[in-house]
């Protein structure tokens, strides 16, 4: 298991932007596949983007073009930038990593380790 931490949720309005930041203390992040994932309310979490160990990234196809994921390695922080914000992306972000798989995958059967989470609300 990583210890992963998220920040950077809150409340915006459509059409609004947001940074979601994901840290490890200890653990070099980006070694294996790293993921965003998001759960809404009496729904299943999904994947929302991952990136693998070798830099390839896949998005879900309801937040393509307008979200974009991104590891810094100076900073050990995984991101996820979140533009063009709609109402249906309200959901609770989680970020999540694996400790045996590299490819990028939205499977979340893949991940054994994972954050709190943090608040995304997005008003029209």
């Known amino acids: 298991q990583v210890p992963l931490v998220e920040s950077g949720g809150g409340s915006v309005q459509v059409g609004g932007s947001l940074r979601l930041s994901c840290k490890s203390s200890?653990?070099?992040?980006?070694?294996?596949?790293m993921g965003w994932f998001r759960q809404a309310p009496g729904k299943e979490r999904e994947g929302v983007a991952t990136r693998g160990d070798d830099g390839t990234t896949i998005y879900a196809a309801s937040v393509k073009d307008r979200f974009t994921i991104s590891l810094n390695n100076a900073e050990n922080t995984l991101y996820l930038e979140m533009n063009s914000l709609k109402p249906e992306d309200t959901a609770l972000y989680y970020c999540?990593?694996?400790?045996?798989?590299?490819?990028?995958?939205?499977?979340?059967?893949?991940?054994?380790?994972w954050g709190q989470g943090t608040q995304v609300t997005v008003s029209s």
């Open positions: 200890g653990y070099k992040l980006g070694t294996h596949v």
């Open positions: 999540a990593t694996s400790t045996r798989f590299r490819i990028s995958t939205l499977s979340r059967t893949m991940y054994n380790s």
